[in-house]
């Protein structure tokens, strides 16, 4: 099968599309045949090697953490999903044409494959600072760059708690902010 991997640090140059063996799913996981995968921060900066002082990574490497696609084989132990189930969850190495996810679930049918690659670290980055933050029901948070990926994600959270939400974001996106429920405001930096 194809996936795209690096075999040295550095820029997009060393990306190499290669043929290597089919991963398998081991106990708890599953194998799709991938529809989309996410790209992130950690992908460019695991490939430039800024991640040496506490992550070994053995090359070659692969690259993504996150994808959608169609199960196409199921790990023991695995129950509540079935070949040909459509899902997005998190991996290892998810830029390839297949790839084991060791979490998952199952994928809305109008939600495309593209949106669901892409929000597995979106929609885990924003529960984890959601609930790092402790803000309860009946109280307001102030959500800084609202109208972003992992600002949209936290603001529909807090609204899913009973929380209001004051949301940042330039003035053309506060029309987008008042439709997912934030009081919408813009930012301004003095450099004064």
Known sequence: MKAVQ??????????????VPEPHPGPGQVRIAVRAAGVNPSDWKRREGQYRAFEDVAFPAGIGVEASGVVDEVGPGVSNVAIGDAVFGFGE??????????????????????????????????????????????????????????????????????????????????????????????????CT
């Open 6 to 19: 690096f075999s040295d640090y550095g820029g997009p140059e060393v990306l190499r599309v290669v043929d």
């Open 93 to 190: 190495g998810t830029v390839a044409q297949h790839a084991v996810l060791a979490h998952w679930t199952r994928k809305p049918d109008d939600l495309s494959f593209e949106v669901a690659g892409g929000l597995p670290v979106i929609v885990d980055t924003a529960t984890r600072a959601l609930n790092e933050v402790g803000v309860k029901s009946g109280e307001t948070l102030l959500v800084s760059g609202a109208a972003g990926g992992i600002g949209s994600a936290v603001l529909q959270f807090a609204r899913l708690r009973g929380i209001t939400v004051i949301g940042t974001a330039s003035e053309q996106k506060h029309e987008y902010l008042r439709e997912l429920g934030a009081i919408p405001t813009t930012y301004y930096y003095s």
